[in-house]
């Protein structure tokens, strides 16, 4: 098989990923800028990661917030946070993202972070790899489930991209990486980065690669 379209998720397969205490502490801070000092563990973890719509409603009926201000104060609060973790070097690309140059292929990014977040690190980074496409979410409640699995982001990077799905792969180290493209009509690979060397997968992509360099051989 050959492509000629590869699209990467970002944090985990293109950038490093961000501590979750970093991540904790910034949507304790936007608990804080609602007047909320005492915030309850487990709904300060539960807006972290992972938040689905009807649990930003809960939570935020549950301090009287307005959801759809509370949800964009705290992506705001996440991907400044982000921003300053790779301005201080914790938050950097993967040292094999130069070997993407070689790669002739129509190339795309697909993220679960916001926009922002991915319009940063790629400014921030002079990045030496051209990326027709960067999806990241909106920051918006209805964002949330336009995540993967759903295709959605996927789906419009590949309309940017003027690819076909049946020609197009798509680079993930989490489950729902594989599912959305499964969901898309795209081949997927499963890139086993440090933080997923013994991840037991209970899906199947159509590839598993160590490192980027892999797909020299995937995609020629």
């Given amino acids: 098989m050959s492509y000629d379209t590869v699209v990467f998720d970002n944090d985990g397969v293109l ?10 502490d910034a ?8 007047d909320v000092t005492d915030p309850d563990p487990d709904h300060v973890d539960d807006m972290t990661i992972g938040a689905t719509p009807e649990q930003v409603g809960v939570v935020c009926e549950h301090y009287d917030i307005d959801p759809d201000i509370f949800w964009r104060t705290r992506d705001r609060r996440l991907s400044l946070a982000q921003q300053e973790e790779a301005r201080a070097g914790r938050k ?15 190339m795309g990014i697909v993220s679960s972070n916001q ?7 790629l400014d921030h980074f002079d990045v030496p790899v051209e ?12 964002s949330l489930d336009r995540r993967k699995p759903n ?26 990486d594989i599912t959305a493209a499964e969901r898309a009509g795209m081949d ?33």
Avoid: K, M
């Fill in 15 to 24: 950038v490093g990923r961000t501590s979750f205490d970093v991540l904790r």
């Fill in 27 to 34: 949507t304790e801070e936007t608990f804080g800028l609602f």
């Fill in 92 to 106: 950097t690309f993967y040292d094999d993202l130069h070997v993407l140059q070689d790669l002739e292929v129509e």
């Fill in 115 to 121: 926009q922002e977040t991915v319009d940063f690190l």
């Fill in 131 to 142: 990326f027709g496409a960067a999806y990241g979410r909106e920051a918006t409640i209805e």
């Fill in 151 to 176: 295709p959605h982001y996927l789906e419009r990077a590949l309309a940017d991209l003027e690819a076909d799905a049946d020609s197009a792969l798509f680079i993930g180290d989490n489950e729902s």
């Fill in 188 to 220: 997927s690979a499963f890139i086993r980065r440090p933080h997923r060397r013994n991840w037991e997968l209970n899906v199947w992509p159509t590839w598993i690669i160590e490192e980027l360099e892999d797909l020299h051989q995937i995609c020629n």
